[in-house]
């Protein structure tokens, strides 16, 4: 089935620095999703997404959607050590079957305090 | 109190027995979404139901079963539980105008 590149897998980072990952596909998306999931819970919406070049941010969370509508990226400045967990990209098809989200693998983070 | 409520947050069972995970909801949405997370693989939709009467096969939903009771309510069953099934499973929510919002999860252990 369809898929989302995720990337990086995983990251582990010293506190205070910055964080940048992003998702690619080969097909055109109309909504970009961002979660975070924390050990022992669901996944929790960030940031979302809606028209080609939307640059969101949510505190020190950054995410913007790809001109070509196949891409975004979501970088976090100034990590801090609750910034740990799972970051998921998720998206929705522009044409198909749009009726559920296609979701990247997951990029794992770790921050070293 | 939680608008998304999984019960149970854990259970261990046999291989053969049969399991029914229950999912409600107090958001008022209308999407309700069964999800299963295996380690390095991310979350993987079992089924999906979009209103009372629509079911929906996911990506893996051979060896599971839903049943969509109301509107508020979506509970997932394996009839016969093997090893493999062995997982953290998800229920979401959403509407046309919200993303998906999520459960804390089922952790599943079949032995």
């Known amino acids: 089935g369809q898929q989302l590149n995720q990337s990086p897998q995983s990251m582990f980072i010293q506190e205070g620095e910055d964080v940048s990952m992003n998702c690619t596909s080969s097909?055109?998306?109309?909504?970009w999703l961002w979660y975070k999931q924390d050990p022992g819970e669901g996944p929790v919406l960030l940031i979302a997404?809606?028209?080609a070049g939307e640059l969101t941010s949510n505190g020190r969370l950054t995410a913007q959607f790809g001109i070509t509508r196949k891409d975004s990226f979501l970088n976090i400045s100034a990590s801090i050590p609750s910034d740990v967990g799972i970051y998921f990209c998720?998206?929705?098809?522009?044409?198909?079957?749009?009726?559920?989200?296609?979701w990247g693998l997951g990029t794992s983070l770790a921050v070293n305090p | 109190d939680a608008d998304v409520t999984q019960t149970p947050r854990n259970r261990i069972t046999k291989t053969g027995k049969r399991i029914m995970l229950e999912c409600s909801q107090t958001?008022?949405?209308?999407?309700m979404y069964w999800y299963r997370q295996d380690p390095g693989l991310g979350l993987r939709l079992i089924y999906y139901?979009?209103?009372?009467?629509?079911?929906n096969k996911g990506e893996i939903s051979d060896g599971y079963s839903v049943s969509r009771q109301a509107q508020a309510k979506f509970s997932l069953s394996l009839e016969s539980a093997i090893p493999n099934q062995t997982a953290l499973y998800f229920c979401?929510?959403?509407?046309?105008?919200?993303?998906?919002?999520f459960g804390d999860g089922t952790r599943l252990s079949i032995l």
């Open positions: 979401a929510t959403s509407d046309s105008h919200q993303p998906q919002h």
């Open positions: 958001k008022g949405h209308d999407r």
């Open positions: 139901s979009f209103d009372v009467k629509d079911i």
């Open positions: 097909s055109i998306f109309n909504t």
């Open positions: 997404l809606y028209k």
């Open positions: 998720a998206g929705r098809l522009n044409a198909g079957n749009n009726r559920k989200l296609i």
